[in-house]
């Protein structure tokens, strides 16, 4: 892993392969498919920026058009990580729609459409997830500008298009993941935040993260921050202007962050994460991720409870469809379920550091970044 430290440094030192999420498929196959649609080519490969400023080039599955639409396919790549998507065909359909429409999404074969509250995105919205919208949106604009297709609008401006985004097989792969319980009905969800997998051998990652404790220490870093993931990153960052190789990327681990902290101490702990996420940590589970625990709504209805929420509310939150949904019911009633969280979460860390000698905090956050649990030393 050589002197850094940090998430990229923990990723080289698995030796494990990234992919790309469905997500930077989708916009892949977006900005070929728009391109052939204005110019009659089709891009191949076709590349695209990430949010980071990767610029990653993707070989085209599918080709085709025809009717004043187009479509490009791009065939997943998950990398070394065990995903269910790996080798997924992802189709996105570009269609021309009358001046001032915008960009339009549309769930095609194997893509879900959100059924229930709590999700971040509406009910009837195609899964379709913030971020893959936002870079899918940022494609095509500049596609069309490249074309000249919007010269007398003003720069920035989207193009008036719909994109239909599906999935071969995806209905059956999605049997596989938490969708239907979620109210994510007939398909997959289009995810992604920075479009990478970043991918989780459990040795290896949890290998990883013991090797960015020693280069921390070996820094002099007197406070460490476990997130579970970019978006935790960014905010512990803002929160605390860690500098990178105090920031470790436990992702669903956050067992094994406590454990080799408690051998190895440092003079503070941070550990911050999505709601749901640091809600099975306040539970008492260790491994985060959702195939080997589930967010306990009985749990949270309980913490409710103890913070002031009457028993219609407790019902409420007990019967949410998500952890989201839960906060945000307790939020409007005055209730601090994220902090009531986080304090929990923090008091299953300490259980596990058994005395050593670490202040430790714990911060929630929501799908976006913003802190909505804290507790702290």
Request: proline share 6%.
């Amino acid at each position: 892993m050589g002197d850094g430290g940090g998430r990229d440094a923990q990723l080289k030192h698995t030796g494990l392969r990234p992919g790309w999420t469905t997500g930077a498929c989708a916009t892949a196959a977006a900005t070929a498919a728009y391109t052939a649609l204005l110019t009659g080519e089709f891009p191949d490969p076709v590349t695209i920026t990430l949010p980071k400023g990767q610029t990653p080039s993707f070989a085209l599955a599918v080709e085709e058009r025809g009717d004043g639409q187009a479509t490009a396919g791009i065939v997943k790549d998950a990398g070394d990580d065990p995903d269910v998507t790996h080798g997924a065909l992802v189709r996105v359909t570009v269609r021309a729609l009358p001046p001032g429409a915008g960009v339009v999404f549309r769930a095609g074969p194997g893509v879900g459409t959100v059924t229930r509250p709590g999700l971040p995105l509406a009910v009837g919205e195609p899964a379709v997830n913030p971020v893959p919208r936002q870079l899918m949106r940022e494609h095509v604009a500049r596609v069309a500008a490249a074309a000249g297709a919007d010269a007398d609008a003003p720069t920035g401006v989207e193009p008036d298009v719909e994109l239909t985004v599906s999935v071969d097989h995806g209905e059956e792969i999605a049997r596989s993941t938490w969708n239907p319980r979620l109210g994510i009905l007939g398909g997959l969800s289009i995810l992604g935040t920075t479009g990478i997998v970043v991918p989780y051998s459990c040795s290896a990652w949890i290998d990883s993260i013991r090797r960015g404790v020693d280069v921390a220490r070996a820094a002099g870093r007197t406070h460490l921050a476990g997130c579970t993931g970019s978006t935790s990153e960014r905010a512990v960052v803002a929160e605390y202007g860690l500098p990178e190789d105090a920031l470790l990327d436990m992702g669903d681990f956050a067992g094994a962050v406590l454990k080799y902290v408690r051998r190895h101490p440092v003079e503070r702990l941070t550990i911050c994460g999505g709601f749901a996420k640091l809600s099975k940590l306040a539970a008492g589970h260790l491994d985060l991720h959702s195939g080997r625990s589930q967010v306990d709504k009985g749990f949270l209805a309980e913490l409710a409870r103890n913070g002031g929420a009457d028993e219609a509310l407790a019902t409420e939150v007990a019967n949410a469809n998500t952890g989201l949904a839960a906060l945000e019911l307790c939020a409007a009633r005055g209730v601090p379920l994220g902090d009531l969280v986080a304090a929990a979460a923090r008091e299953s860390a300490l259980a596990v550091l058994r005395g050593a000698p670490v202040a430790v905090d714990v911060l929630c956050v929501d799908r976006a970044g913003a802190v909505v649990g804290r507790a702290t030393t």
